[in-house]
């Protein structure tokens, strides 16, 4: 039927999901761990909305800088003008970043921040004589946003086909789906670091010199979470060295705690080239991302070339004052709370809560990391996601968010979540678990 209201015409997109006829999901408020929906319902989110609200909702540090900073200087043009902050919250950026990432160039979003790293990986080799590496490496399932670039790289074939062939010279790594398949997780599984080596034959295939970077989430969110078998990644990173090519961790969703600690390339030991972070940096509030870099690859990417003139990059919000407010607002609550180290510490607690659904119905596997976890389900018989999606709005109807992939169940507390909605968390999914088709 053709939609009878403006409202009902946004919306369809996202109700997409055509077995089911959805009323629209209306949010009104939020505080901690909580949603309010407009017919005055209270919801617990077990999502941080989207990967982001790591410190939880409307947090008054971060409301009270975002309102002063509105009032004060409502927006600085980039590149002939600045304004001090972006320079303080690069400080504070770099000093939590792994070591050597000590350059932050700020976009406004996930997506922007990985066109940008896809850019300085270029822009880097072009620097140094070797321009003839323009080839990437992705991977199958990974998930990085959905500008050119990232849907390229990104490894969801129903996202990119609609696109024609994206940027050339891009190739997936085969194995992301071979991660951490019915392996009842916690942490990192044990199998197959040895499907690193799937990178050998794209440099075997193409001839190193020809590629650029490899682009990989640490932990694959969107797509399920799927965390790395051990020395994976440390194989990848030492593939990378071997042949000249940059490694770009996304940690668009792992960044600022969700691992228990500031970013994924901390807890897993491996420091990649160049790393992207949106999300969790402004706590969900501005749209901002930062993009870190080592100073020989951001200064190849600044002053290369000849000239501005032949290189530009940059957003006309790349560095706004409300977002930097936001951002060093929502770094003090990291900071004072001690979130990250409080997600480290809830992890065990997590683990068993979320693990002790196993046995329950349609579940085939569970994945815990940090404070993340992906509960997969058995596939509805000729209907696939549609069992995942039946138990997102059966819990929202029950009064919990939920995130669903496929016929993955994704959750990720905001950090402040207690021990006692860790389990209100598990307790309503086997509710919901029980009550779906
Ligand atoms: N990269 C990763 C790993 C993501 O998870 C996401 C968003 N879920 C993005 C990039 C894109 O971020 P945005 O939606 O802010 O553009």
């Known amino acids: 039927p053709a939609p009878t209201n403006n409202l009902e015409a946004f ?40 990967w982001c609200v790591n410190a939880g909702h409307c947090r008054p540090k971060i409301v009270e800088a975002i309102q002063a900073q509105a009032a004060e200087l409502d927006f600085a043009p980039t590149f002939q003008f600045g304004h001090p902050k972006p320079f303080e919250l690069a400080s504070r950026l770099a000093a939590m970043a792994p070591t050597g990432l000590d350059h932050v160039f700020f976009v406004n979003s996930g997506s922007e921040a990985v066109d940008t790293a896809l850019k300085i990986a270029l822009a880097y080799h072009r620097a140094r004589g070797e321009g003839q590496r323009f080839r990437f490496v992705g991977r199958e399932r990974g998930y990085h946003g959905v500008g050119f670039g990232g849907v390229s790289v990104g490894g969801m074939v129903a996202n ?4 024609g062939p994206g940027l050339p010279g891009v190739d997936h790594l085969r194995h992301t789906h071979d991660l951490s398949r019915n392996s009842f997780t916690r942490g990192l599984p044990e199998h197959g670091a040895e499907l690193a080596d799937d990178l050998e034959r794209l440099v075997a295939l193409h001839g190193a010199e020809t590629i650029a970077a490899v682009i990989v989430e640490p932990v694959a969110g969107s797509t399920g979470v799927l965390p790395p078998p051990k020395g994976y ?11 000249g090519l940059l490694l770009i961790f996304d940690e668009v969703i792992t960044g600022y705690g969700r691992l228990g600690s500031a970013f994924a390339a901390d807890r897993l030991g491996v420091t990649p080239d160049i790393m992207t972070t949106a999300k969790g940096v402004t706590n969900g509030t501005i749209p901002m991302g930062a993009v870190f870099a080592s100073s020989d690859i951001y200064e190849a990417f600044m002053q290369g070339p000849e000239n501005m003139i032949e290189l530009f990059h940059g957003y006309t919000y790349s560095g706004h004052p409300i977002a930097c407010a936001a951002a060093l607002a929502t770094l003090d609550v990291y900071q004072e709370e001690g979130l990250f180290e409080r997600a480290a510490a809830l992890e065990t607690r997590w683990a068993d809560a979320i693990h002790g659904l196993k046995g329950l119905p349609h579940v085939i596997d569970i994945r815990t990391i940090g404070l993340v976890a992906g509960v997969e389900l058995e596939p509805m018989e000729g209907k696939p996601t549609a069992r995942a999606f039946q138990s997102m709005v059966k819990a929202y109807e029950d009064g919990m968010m939920l995130r669903v992939t496929g016929d993955i169940i994704a959750m990720s507390p905001p950090l402040i979540v207690s021990e006692a909605q860790i389990d209100e968390i598990a307790e309503r999914l086997a509710r919901v678990l029980k009550a779906i088709d």
């Not at 505080?31 to 941080?48: F, K, P």
């Open 233 to 243: 990644l440390e194989r990848l990173r030492a593939i990378c060295d071997r042949h």
């Open 160 to 163: 990119r086909k609609t696109f």
């Open 11 to 50: 919306w369809m997109p996202f109700t997409a999901n055509r077995q089911f006829k959805q009323a629209p999901r209306l949010l009104a408020g939020a505080r901690d761990m909580h949603y309010v929906t407009t017919d005055g319902r209270e919801i617990l989110d077990a999502t941080s909305g989207l």
